[in-house]
């Protein structure tokens, strides 16, 4: 299919000479459509493929000059040729300087001109280097991720994946040596692009370098990963040779399409927070609250991986969808592998895409009562699971069948050793060694389950609280915050959502 061409002129009579010239059948260029106005084309230019554009210097509205400007400003990758009925200098310089590739008279413009300067346009593209090249896709992809331009990479078959890398500058650089510096960096990770990944990087922002990778044949999202990593390695060593600069990364999740992939980067931006004079780039979980959940994990207890959970989503501002969905992305992997190694089943586990519109939809506190209650549920069915492995011994066991069967009334220990048949002290004890929680714990984590399932069904307060064990809406109130991070009113309104 030969270069597609745009003809912008507001005589349709023009237009009508040039769609009549005889070397459109050759197939080598064709017309993919025509505009009597700036407005018109610049819509055009947005919707279709166009290579060359072929536009009159002389409009009414915005004339040739500026809409010269603004295309080469929104797609540098699009040759221009300017016709005019007048020879003026100044138009001529002006749309030179925007990028147009020849100047033609009207009354000069004949078919074999029109078709030899067609060709030294493709010629000189056919002669562009690789530099030349990535710069323009630099930019087009810039405009698609950033300012609503087309997608220069619709008929790509990669998977796509990305890495945001912060590197400063320096106050040292004038102006157009940071542009040197920045097309240095560009450079350095373009550079190692091989047959079966390429790397295009792009400069956002003050410090921002989007380094989007292509895979034309990896589909192993570990192998990606680690493709990436080791590729971020070597630019921040050069980086660090060439120009004495630390480098810090952020990889983004992998996505499916590349509309969801941009979203992301959008929302990412969007997100960014100052703290401490600093932003924040790796949005996760901590060593240490990995650690925690895992720590619970060994010795299961619901409520306090509820807890966990809670604290770890009420660090996150409300409108803060990147952090949410990144914490939320780990947690819910976090909570795969403990399924897969106990072999659990799990109805509920969104990936991908799916995770990302799952968090976007819902606020902090419903994901995080969300998440809380798929780690609760987890949780509970392991130490199910450890009791029945294990084996409590008679005394342990008939305590926890009493609870069960008891806590909406006011437990006593005395009261419960009596009718197991021991002292206070030694159910005490032997409950604490083999469950490792105390007495009290245990019935405060059934009553808060309860609490929750009757909060869920639209209980009142006071009602939840008598028929969960608990004699008053306060006592309630104290042990559920305790064990849930969130009140039962909070707990209530966000369970509607």
């Known amino acids: 299919m030969g270069a597609g061409i745009l003809l912008v002129d507001d005589e349709k009579i023009f ?119 990535k710069k323009e896709l630099r930019h087009r992809a810039h405009e698609w991720i950033f300012e609503e331009g087309m997608n220069p990479f619709t008929s790509d078959n990669s998977r796509k994946a990305v890495m945001v890398e912060r590197i400063d500058a320096g106050k040292k650089y004038s102006e157009s040596g940071k542009e040197t510096f920045r097309d240095g960096i560009c450079r350095i990770f373009e550079g190692m692009s091989t047959d079966k990944m390429d790397i295009l ?50 990889y983004c999740p992998f996505f499916f399409s590349d509309n969801s992939l941009k979203s992301y980067i959008l929302h990412l931006e969007g997100d960014r927070r100052e703290e401490n004079g600093q932003e924040r780039m790796q949005l996760s979980l901590t060593i240490y609250q990995q650690k925690k959940i895992l720590s619970l994990i060994e010795k299961p207890n619901a409520s306090e991986a509820g807890k966990v959970i809670h604290e770890i989503y009420g660090q996150i501002e409300d409108e803060n969808i990147s952090l949410c969905f990144m914490v939320t992305k780990e947690l819910l992997e976090l909570l795969e592998r403990i399924t897969i190694e106990y072999g659990i089943e799990l109805d509920f586990l969104p990936k991908d895409f799916g995770l990302f519109e799952y968090a976007r939809e819902k606020r902090r506190k419903k994901l995080s009562e969300n998440i809380a209650g798929l780690y609760e549920n987890v949780l509970r069915e392991l130490k199910e699971r450890q009791e029945k492995e294990r084996g409590y011994s008679g005394i342990v066991s008939d305590a926890i069948a009493y609870m069960d069967d008891h806590f909406r009334k006011n437990v006593t220990l005395s009261g419960m050793a009596s009718v197991i048949g021991t002292n206070s002290s030694y159910l005490s004890r032997v409950f604490h060694l083999e469950t490792g929680q105390t007495i009290t714990e245990y019935l405060h984590e059934r009553r808060v389950e309860e609490a929750k399932k009757r909060l869920r069904e639209g209980c009142s307060m006071k009602t939840a609280a008598l028929e969960s064990g608990f004699s008053s809406y306060a006592g309630l109130y104290k042990i559920f915050k305790e064990h849930t991070g969130t009140s039962p009113k909070e707990f209530q309104r966000d369970s509607k959502k």
Not at 85 to 112: C, H, P, Q, W
Not at 224 to 249: N, P, Q, W
């Open 201 to 250: 990087a792009i400069y956002h922002g003050e410090r921002e370098f989007i380094i989007l990778v292509r895979f034309y044949e990896e589909t192993s999202e570990s192998t990606m990963r680690e493709a990436m990593e080791y590729t971020h390695m070597r630019g921040a060593d050069s980086i660090r040779s060439l120009y004495e600069r630390k480098t810090s990364v952020y």
């Open 15 to 133: 237009r009508d000479y040039i769609k009549a010239m005889s070397f459109w059948e050759k197939g080598d260029y064709r017309i993919v459509d025509e505009a009597g106005n700036a407005e018109e084309a610049l819509r055009i230019l947005g919707q279709k493929e166009i290579s060359i554009v072929i536009l009159d210097i002389s409009m009414p509205g915005e004339n040739g000059v500026e809409l010269s400007r603004c295309i080469a400003r929104k797609y540098p990758q699009i040759s221009m040729i300017v016709v005019s009925s007048y020879d003026d200098y100044d138009f001529v310089r002006e749309t030179l300087k925007n990028g147009a590739r020849d100047y033609i008279l009207k009354s000069r413009l004949s078919e074999e001109m029109l078709f030899h300067v067609l060709e030294e346009i493709e010629k000189r593209k056919k002669d562009r280097t690789l530099w030349d090249v």
